[in-house]
């Protein structure tokens, strides 16, 4: 890899923990006057929507003959976890909700093992016990000191990151062959509809306008959609398409700081719980990708 492209490498990679880290708290913001099922439509939708006229204009080199898996990604890699995030979040903190995020490596090992017949080792098995010890910690204890919160709305992020997971496995294997962009936008661009239907039939239009927290709300929910998931989500294609899941999936050591940092400075308080759990996960990552690591700096 030439200097430039480590350059370029190194400035993804901090782009992507750095808005991904700040995801939580534009979350707990949109929140403020949007129900969490209209901040996932939101952001569905405004994401279908700048992808669509590229959509048009590729839509003769796109391969259709994937249909299946452009929905299969769409789905996984925000369809469903943008509903369920801002589900969680109306019970958690957005520090619990990045912290958790780190989950993601260890189901994109969990979920390569099960339906893409990776091979384990020892090491491996023992970090996703490290982890979801981890997790464990946060689920059971990680807030009951500090707030009234159900932190068993942690649950919803766990599944988010099992989406997150099983997304890494699929943009690798089903489309080695297909741009990045061509991915994006086909996949976010096919989820859209049926969130634009959703939208339509809340019918709360005056109700947001009225919020006072309408103006901050609707920026929050418009740099998700088009910065942490538009943008971002190209950037990542890419990163797993040239760097490989091992170098991509790294982001999430950095995701948990940002969003803690985020969290403290809007208040929220961080426990030695959240330290604990928050160390088990990303040792737990650790132990995971050594060894690809290992092998992609002998190669």
């Known amino acids: 890899m030439s200097k430039i492209e480590n350059i370029k490498f190194i400035g993804a990679f901090m782009f992507l923990a750095f808005i991904w880290g700040s995801s939580f ?25 700048c992808f669509a006229p590229f959509v048009f204009h590729l ?8 249909l299946i898996f452009f929905v299969l990604v769409g789905l996984t890699g925000s369809g469903i976890p943008s509903f369920l995030y801002p589900i969680a979040q109306t019970e958690i903190s957005s520090s619990l909700s990045g ?9 994109a090992f969990l979920t390569g093992l099960v339906f893409f017949k990776m091979k384990f080792s020892k090491r491996e098995v023992f970090g996703v016990f490290i982890g979801f010890l981890g997790t464990v910690i ?34 690798e294997v089903a489309f080695k062959n297909v741009s990045a962009f061509m991915v994006s936008a086909v996949s976010f661009f096919l989820i859209g509809p049926p969130a634009m ?14 919020n006072p927290n ?50 403290i400075l809007d208040g929220e308080s961080f426990t030695l719980n959240h330290a604990i759990g928050m160390a088990l996960i990303l040792s737990g990552v ?12 002998d190669s």
């Open 25 to 49: 708290i534009l979350i707990k913001k949109s929140l403020l006057t949007y129900e969490p099922l209209e901040v996932s439509a939101i952001r569905v939708s405004l994401s279908s929507l």
């Open 59 to 66: 839509r003769k080199h796109i391969p259709w003959n994937k």
């Open 99 to 107: 912290i958790l995020n780190a989950m993601t490596p260890i189901f």
């Open 138 to 171: 946060l689920v059971a204890f990680g807030e009951r000191l500090s707030s009234s919160a159900n932190v068993w709305y942690a649950l919803f992020v766990i599944a988010g990151t099992l989406c997150y997971g099983l997304n890494v496995n699929l943009v």
């Open 197 to 210: 239907i959703f939208l339509i039939s809340q019918n709360r239009f005056n109700d947001w306008i009225t």
């Open 214 to 263: 309408f103006i901050q709300s609707t920026l929050a929910v418009c740099v998700l959609s088009i910065v942490a998931t538009v943008i971002s989500t190209i950037i990542f294609f890419q990163l797993i398409k040239k760097a490989g899941g091992v170098f991509s999936s790294t982001v999430s050591y950095l995701i948990p700081i940002v969003a803690i940092m985020w969290g």
């Open 286 to 297: 650790y132990m995971i990708k050594r060894k690809n690591q290992d092998l992609e700096s």
